[in-house]
């Protein structure tokens, strides 16, 4: 058997603002939060669906749908969006922009937890000497960004290659320059509200024209010389009250369709649904790749660690492609441990996920013994009374 030089040029192209999965190898996108791609093993597989469980106080869902359609953009990927609730157009153009510095962007966040920390480190117990010199604990994880590597697979149009992975500052809005020469698609459903209307069946037949017209779809042959590119599908607030559907099952029927679809092309959905209005939100689960849940604590603040978490963060469902076991397993650093132990935390200008920790008993800023009465005091100035056996003056050996 004659050796046989591998060449780089007859390599298949990856897509732009994507990447290979060191665990099996499949291609991933990000979801533009950093610590969420650690959760899912490194990213968000191509041809699967996210479903977001909305918090019924809070629109942190929504946030989350806004960090996947910001990422796409910077990422150059085609995104398209869908929602009833609030006006498509109006909801990309709140999307956040991207952080100027992302050291200084990390910093200004983290400049008072610093400042704490460097206040602890000089009242240091006696006891802990022996653990000065291991590594300190991350309960998060911290974003680096990608280094800029010239690409010979892009595109003539585009010099430099596009990111996976981008530092977006929540106190920004996207220019509309970046909205203008964004390639995006509004998916329209009408106001009409009648007995006929269907809305999941319309939106399913314009998702289903996109990945076929713009040949998303992975069954179908590309024109020559056509550099495949990823699909982003973002579905606010679905199965709301504003949806109209002839029947309950349409719902169930969709999310079958849609997972189909998305399963032999290259395309990614991320789908927010109000789950408090519904009790029976397992059969949803089953037709889709992976689910997270965000409970916030807008309903309980007089809690304790209220003061360093803004609501919990539960992952009830994992992609699983090409393997066993979901990469998380391997890769993750929050959830490899597979205990639903996280939180979440909105900062002035980002979102991170954490590891939960319970804070002292207490708190740091609250006494953990209450001072004793003036009465109780006086009482041991003064001394016992007197008694059988007892001095004045002195305090009794059997009281106490």
Known sequence: ???????????????????????????????????????????????TVLLIKEDRATSYASLLLKYFLAQGIASGHHCALASKDEDPDTFLRSLMGLASDASENDNDDDDQIT??????????????????????????????????????????????????????????????????EANTTLLNLGSLFDDTSDDYGALLDK??????????????????????????????????????????????????????????????????????????????????DAVIEIESFAVHNEAAYTQNYHGFFYVHKLPVLNS??????????????????LAFKLRRKRFAIETFHLPPEGGVSERRTEPPTASETKKKQRGPGLGCGSTPGRSDPLEF
Request: with cysteine; charged share 20%; proline share 8%.
């Open 1 to 47: 058997m004659s050796f046989k030089k591998r060449n780089a040029d007859q390599q298949p192209k990856l897509p732009p603002g994507s990447r290979l999965s060191a665990y099996n190898g499949q291609l991933l996108v990000s979801t533009g939060v950093p610590s969420l791609d650690d959760i899912l093993g490194g990213g968000l597989p191509v041809g």
């Open 115 to 180: 400042k704490n920390a460097a206040a602890r480190g000089s009242d240091r117990m006696k006891i802990a000497w022996r653990y000065s010199h291991l590594k300190k604990f991350e309960s998060g994880v911290k974003h680096k960004p990608d280094p800029i590597i010239p690409n010979k697979a892009a595109s003539s149009s585009s010099s430099e290659p596009k990111p996976y992975c981008s530092m977006f500052d929540l106190t920004k809005r996207i220019n509309d320059a970046a909205l203008d």
């Open 207 to 288: 998702i289903q024209n996109l990945v076929i017209d713009n040949h998303f779809s992975s069954a179908l042959p590309a024109p020559p010389n056509t550099l495949r590119n990823v699909l982003r599908i973002g579905i606010h607030s679905l199965a709301s009250p504003s949806w109209q559907a002839k029947s309950p099952q349409d719902l169930y029927k969709f999310f079958h369709a849609l997972r189909g679809l998305l399963r032999f092309s290259f395309g990614v959905a991320v789908v927010t649904i109000p789950a408090y209005l519904y009790d029976n939100m397992k059969r949803i689960e089953h037709m889709v």
């Open 324 to 341: 066993l076991l979901p990469s998380s397993t391997k890769l993750s650093v929050l959830s490899a441990g597979g205990n639903n132990d």
